[in-house]
Nanobody
């Protein structure tokens, strides 16, 4: 599966952005989808993942209650709605796909190219 992330940008603290991850291929619905992020000088970190049907999600603690991961299998697209953004959320955001659950980058075989999110204070 090939992934294309989009939707990043510059936003003030407290603002919102919605990231999209468009997937190619007819097997999108069989993959667990996730979002990771990587800030300058830091390791890539897990943000959220969602199961095949979209009824099971998991988030890192620092984004719980602010971010929502979702998917539309008919459109081969996953989303990350980000509200109440903070400067600490500034990073390049990557979408990823896997056939297994995981929170480590190594658990995911397929990656999008990344989209920059910058939150100003």
């Amino acid at each position: 599966v090939q992934l294309q992330a989009s939707g990043g940008g510059l936003v003030q603290a407290g603002g919102s952005l919605r990231l999209s991850c468009a997937a190619s291929g007819r097997t999108f619905g069989t993959y667990i989808m996730a979002w990771f992020r990587q800030a300058p000088g830091k390791e890539r970190e897990f943000v959220a993942h969602i199961n095949w049907s979209g009824d099971n999600t998991y988030y890192r603690d620092s984004v719980k209650g602010r971010f929502t991961i979702s998917r539309d299998n008919a459109k081969n697209t996953a989303y990350l709605q980000m509200n109440s953004l903070k400067p600490a959320d500034t990073a390049v955001y990557y979408c990823a796909a896997s056939t297994i659950y995981g929170v480590a980058p190594g658990d995911y075989a397929y990656w999008g190219q990344g989209t920059q999110v910058t939150v100003s204070s």
